[in-house]
């Protein structure tokens, strides 16, 4: 079976390439389209460590479009709630991603996802889906070599710490880039082995949000919620799986009430 990590960076070379098709053709194809795919896809590749459950606004009107996530193994989990945004071409900026939301006298999108994080005591995070001709130049990511990168970091999937992009101040890619990191070193056992002696998961996630916040000139110690030893009861209901009305009922509750799309749990690779 295709390696977690390896399946990550399948994942975002293909999104790298369709974002430049359907652009071509004249698709919208938008990121909950893009989400759906990539996640039902992993889903479908790794059904022991790739779980999710979604739930559409036809289902329930308070549910949003964030996704909460979780990634590790038991003992050591991290929580993170995600936005996914898709970059729009030719101009390479992520449209409704500042500003967004300040009609009409509410906050920003991007403060209400910080703050909804917060409430939960978890980190808020953006998963990016992109196609460049601008940044970089190579098909090579980062390049920042103390993080990973080379010929084999595919980058159509970045992830950036909220507050990180918040500090650009920016919609452009060339200027959010810089404190984004390649999805697929979350599960890389590569990337957590740089900045720690733990090696799993969970501590490869923190590993990347760390880098993000410290790039944007963030203080992570402050800024950021580290991994806990146990996962929230409808997480463990995801994990537990099953598709008993109890499970379900359990886990709407919990995206209805934190305003949620839905669920994601990614779970350390059985040797």
């Not at 479908?44 to 790739?50: A, T």
């Not at 992830?159 to 599960?187: C, D, F, M, Q, Y």
């Amino acid at each position: 079976m295709t390696p977690l990590c390896q399946s990550f960076q399948q994942k975002a070379d293909w999104v790298w390439r369709q974002i430049a098709d359907a652009d071509r053709a004249g698709l919208a194809f938008s990121e909950e389209t893009i989400t759906e795919t990539i996640l039902l896809d992993l889903q479908r590749e790794h059904p022991e460590e790739v779980r999710l459950r979604a739930f559409s606004k036809r289902e329930e009107k308070n549910n949003g479009a964030d996704w909460e996530w979780w990634i590790g193994r038991p003992g050591r989990w991290l929580g993170m709630r995600m936005q996914a945004k898709r970059l729009a071409l030719p101009r390479e900026e992520f449209k409704q991603l500042q500003g967004y939301g300040r009609k009409k006298g509410s906050p920003p999108q991007i403060e209400v996802l910080i703050a909804e994080a917060a409430k939960y005591r978890i980190n808020a995070g953006y998963c990016l889906y992109i196609h460049s001709k601008k940044w970089p130049t190579l098909r090579a990511w980062p390049v920042y070599g103390f993080i990973g990168g080379g010929p084999l970091s595919p980058q159509g999937c970045l992830l950036a710490e909220a507050k990180a992009v918040r500090a650009t101040g920016s919609n452009a890619l060339t200027k959010i880039a810089p404190v984004a990191v390649p999805w697929h070193l979350i599960v890389c056992h590569c990337s957590s082995g740089v900045f720690n002696g733990r090696g799993g998961i969970a501590d490869a996630a923190w590993a990347m949000l760390r880098a993000s916040s410290e790039l944007a000139g963030g203080d992570p110690d402050s800024d950021l919620y580290p991994p806990v030893e146990a996962l929230p009861p409808y997480m463990q209901l995801l994990r537990d799986g099953g598709e008993s009305d109890d499970i379900a009922a359990g886990l709407r509750h919990a995206a209805v009430a934190r305003g949620l799309r839905g669920f994601l749990l990614i779970q350390e690779e059985r040797g």
